[in-house]
């Protein structure tokens, strides 16, 4: 099971785009705290059944959208012609 500020920042996940205001100030204003403790929550909410049960789409999206940003900071991850690195 999730608390409620989990289930937030998951519904918030899934529809920041649609805001007037950047991300980073909504996330703030919503959630009370930086834009790395936020992320830092999220991470740690990734790894919680109770997400994936609560939104499987969304936390999949969200696990491989981790992955790809994980490889570009190592420097793995697929060359230009679209094949794997290796």
């Not at 099971?1 to 980073?24: K, N, S, V, Y």
């Not at 996330?27 to 992320?39: G, L, P, T």
């Not at 999206?61 to 794997?84: F, H, K, N, W, Y």
Request: proline residues 1%.
């Amino acid at each position: 099971m999730i608390t409620d500020r989990q289930r937030a920042i998951l519904e918030f996940e899934r529809t920041w785009w649609t805001l007037d205001d950047t991300r980073e100030r909504a996330i703030r204003a919503r959630f009370q705290c930086s834009v790395d403790e936020y992320h830092g929550e999220l991470n740690e909410l990734l790894e919680l059944p109770g997400a994936l049960e609560h939104d499987e789409l969304l936390v999949r999206r969200l696990e491989r959208q981790r992955v790809i940003r994980r490889r570009e900071r190592l420097g793995t991850g697929t060359d230009a012609s679209g094949g794997t690195s290796k």
